[in-house]
T-cell receptor, first 110, second 115 residues
Framework: KNEVEQSPQNLTAQEGEFITINCSYS?????LHWLQQHPGGGIVSLFM???GKKKHGRLIATINIQEKHSSLHITASHPRDSAVYIC????????????FGKGTKLSVKP | GAGVSQSPSNKVTEKGKDVELRCDPI?????LYWYRQSLGQGLEFLIY????????KSGLPSDRFSAERTGGSVSTLTIQRTQQEDSAVYLC?????????????FGPGTRLTVL
């Protein structure tokens, strides 16, 4: 079993739909990160959270530490949201050694 | 202000040659990270520098890989005797403090192709 699992692997949505991407992990963590990788390859950090919920624009990230699960939601999705979304957690005992999920490829159709 | 920069953006080399990849982090960022992403694969941690502490090298795949960070700023990732399986995009990131506490800022990456 992978230490960080994301679902779905691929997701196609129509513009305006509500999107949910899930991340489950098997290690104890201090924080979880959501990253966005654009089609051109550039990576942007979206959220770092250790509890509860964070919101930035149309993006919402939630985490349940007890259940070792996080979700990334996109409201009113837009074609420019098309990207690969990656969750990552620190390996136990290390701040910088990270375990990455394989990513969820989102395609939003106009 | 400038973000994280990496050079070269693309590097094509022959099997067996050594290569050096450079990363210029955001000024003032104390933590620097190297990752790689092979074609169709996920991100893979390589090495992490934090201030003056000994780097976490646990992600380096073999002793052909090494990295240094001079003066707490610029970092160079060196791959000796390159192999075809080293072909990947090598990404650098920096943050103000360690990953668990602060947002990372990623560079554009260096695409390495080993022929």
């Amino acid at each position: 079993k992978n230490e960080v699992e994301q679902s779905p692997q691929n997701l196609t949505a129509q513009e305006g739909e509500f999107i949910t991407i899930n991340c489950s992990y098997s290690v104890g963590i201090s924080a979880l990160h959501w990253l966005q990788q654009h089609p051109g390859g550039g990576i942007v950090s979206l959220f770092m959270l250790s509890s509860g919920k964070k919101k930035h624009g149309r993006l919402i990230a939630t985490i349940n530490i007890q259940e070792k699960h996080s979700s990334l939601h996109i409201t009113a999705s837009h074609p420019r949201d098309s990207a690969v979304y990656i969750c990552a957690v620190p390996r136990a005992g290390s701040q910088g050694n990270l375990i990455f999920g394989k990513g969820t490829k989102l395609s939003v159709k106009p | 202000g400038a973000g994280v920069s990496q050079s070269p953006s693309n590097k094509v080399t022959e099997k067996g040659k050594d290569v050096e990849l450079r990363c210029d982090p955001i000024s003032g960022h104390t933590a620097l990270y190297w990752y790689r992403q092979s074609l169709g694969q996920g991100l893979e941690f390589l090495i992490y520098f934090q201030g003056n502490s000994a780097p976490d090298k646990s992600g380096l795949p073999s002793d052909r890989f090494s990295a240094e960070r001079t003066g707490g700023s610029v970092s160079t990732l060196t791959i000796q005797r390159t192999q075809q399986e080293d072909s990947a995009v090598y990404l650098c990131a920096s943050s103000f403090v360690g990953w668990a506490n602060n947002e990372q800022f990623f560079g554009p990456g260096t695409r390495l192709t080993v022929l």
